[in-house]
Every structure is written in structure tokens, then in C-alpha cells.
């Protein structure tokens, strides 16, 4: 396996640092993250607000150029985008589509959609099935797999609700991203079962951790509030050497992209990847 940083849980660095850092740290790849941001509110950056490490969506087929020279001068590879679009964004996904193209870049993130409460979820899902038909046909067009994300509140929660939904399309044009950590807070499945159930549509990993923690509410008729945590790569619920040793069962010699959110506690952010690698590459060993 190849082991990539998701530019996302880096927002310090802007990304001529990012790549150095990144590369520094031993790492195979960079994972960019690729979306038209807003600003930080406290005027930090920070993961999903003013991060430095993120291309414009607007701006990302003229940043081409600039992006491919300045990875391919720190040594590192791109195993896919980290973008933010939605299914019916056909335009969008388009023009992406054929920017990841001439960059190199195989594999992109498409999303299944979040689920909608308001909605029935059978007009929801047929709804979205039908929008990524039409988004694998132009991965086609272009060369690339779009992959929807295993990721809680969405429409594929889990490995079998992702399955499903691609169920049908040509696996070397859509996907799935096995998240383990979005599975903490979300359809938690044992890792084996769930990769398998994924069959040809697993194309791309990402390791976080997390838990399910009170939130310190108790309501008036005692029911307890839980809420989730961001917790580092071996303090979380998911097992990450039990899943590691899974991926290696089924044969899976990808890319596993990280995507720390946890605190950095005394570290600081390079001590962290560092770290983070160090503890994947032994527990891959083992």
C-alpha cells in the first residue's frame, strides 16, 4: 500500500509547504483538496473554513500547470482529488473531470448526496442513481473514476448502501472511498465483511478515527445526548491495524489517504503526520 496526506486536515500550510512537508514525512502522495472555500470566521484557517491547502474549484483547470509542477517537484504522487461535488453538478463534474485528466490524476471524489430528512428516501436514492449514471458515463469520457464516499448523513453510509448505489456502473469509472472513520459515527460494519461487500468498487481508502462521546445534555426526561468526537489514529473507536490487515485479506494494494481532524495535543502539525505514518507503515508490517 501507498500511504497520501488529504490536504484537507492540513489547513496551516499553504501547498508549496504542504508538498515539502508532506514529503519530508515520508509520505507517497498528496490527496488536494479542491472546493471554493469561505473565509474563516476568526480569520485562522481551519479544516472546512480559510484553508491554505485547498485549489478554487473555480480557479483548478488554470492552476493545472502549477499544481503538477509543484508536486511533481517534491517527489510526490496524486492518487485522486478530494473535491466537494454533488451528483447533478454535471457542468462542474465536466470541467473537473477533464482538469484531473490533464493533470494525471485517476480518481476523483463525487458524492452520493446527503440524505434528506424531508424527502423519501426511495425518490432520493433513485434520484441520485440516475444523476451518477450520467457522472460515470463522463468519467468515461475523460479517463477517470468518479467515487462516492462512504460517509455519514449521505446517501452510502456503509459498504453495503455504497455497493448498492453503484450497483450497475463500470467499476473503472465509479467507485467507493472506504472511510473507516466516517463508519464510527455511521454504518459501522466489520472490515472484512464490508470490503468484500464492496467487491470491484473499492478504488480508494481514507483513515481517520473517532468516537461517539456524551455531550455533557442530559434532557428533562433523562435521556442522555451523544455527539462525535474527532480523536487521533490510535486513540479511536476503529481498529486501524485490525483494518489495515483486512485491506491486505482482500487483496487491496492501494492508496490509503489520511485525514486527521483530531487535536494535535502537544504536536505540532508535521510531528503529527509524521506520526501518523509511522504508526500506519508498523501497523501494515505487522
Not at 215 to 228: A, F, H, L, P, Q
Request: proline content about 5%; overall charge negative.
Amino acid at each position: 500500500m501507498k500511504f497520501a496526506v488529504f490536504t484537507v486536515s492540513v489547513p496551516e500550510w499553504a501547498p508549496a509547504e504542504a508538498v515539502q512537508r508532506i514529503a519530508e514525512a515520508g509520505y507517497d502522495g498528496v490527496e488536494w483538496r479542491v472546493t471554493d472555500q469561505q473565509d474563516s470566521p476568526t480569520g485562522m484557517p481551519s479544516f472546512w473554513a480559510g484553508n491554505r491547502c485547498t485549489w478554487p474549484a473555480s480557479s483548478f483547470p488554470d492552476d493545472v500547470p502549477a499544481i503538477k509542477e509543484l508536486t511533481d517537484d517534491a517527489g510526490l504522487e496524486m492518487p485522486a482529488l478530494g473535491t466537494y461535488l454533488q451528483p447533478g453538478q454535471f457542468e462542474q463534474i465536466d470541467t473537473t473531470m477533464r482538469a484531473a485528466a490533464q493533470l494525471g490524476v485517476r480518481q476523483l471524489r463525487v458524492s452520493s448526496g446527503g440524505y434528506e430528512a424531508d424527502r423519501n428516501v426511495t425518490g432520493q436514492w433513485n434520484e441520485r442513481r440516475k444523476q451518477y449514471a450520467e457522472v460515470a458515463r463522463l468519467a468515461a469520457q475523460h479517463g477517470v473514476r468518479a467515487n462516492i464516499e462512504i460517509h455519514h448523513q449521505q446517501l452510502t453510509p456503509s459498504p453495503h448502501a455504497a455497493a448498492a448505489f453503484l450497483d450497475g456502473l463500470d467499476p473503472e469509472h465509479a467507485g467507493a472511498i472506504f472511510d473507516i472513520g466516517n463508519m464510527v459515527w455511521e454504518g459501522w460494519t466489520e472490515y472484512r465483511f464490508g470490503l468484500e461487500a464492496l467487491g470491484p468498487y473499492l478504488a480508494h481508502v481514507q483513515v481517520k478515527n473517532g468516537a461517539v462521546v456524551t455531550s455533557g445534555v442530559t434532557r428533562d426526561d433523562g435521556t442522555v445526548e451523544w455527539s462525535n468526537a474527532q480523536l487521533s489514529l490510535r486513540e479511536g473507536f476503529a481498529d486501524i491495524p485490525a483494518f489495515l490487515t483486512a485491506l491486505t485479506q482482500v487483496g487491496y494494494d492501494g492508496w490509503v489517504s489520511v485525514e486527521d481532524f483530531s487535536d494535535l495535543g502537544g504536536q505540532t502539525r508535521a510531528e503529527r503526520i509524521a506520526d501518523n505514518l509511522a504508526y500506519l507503515k508498523q501497523a501494515s508490517a505487522d
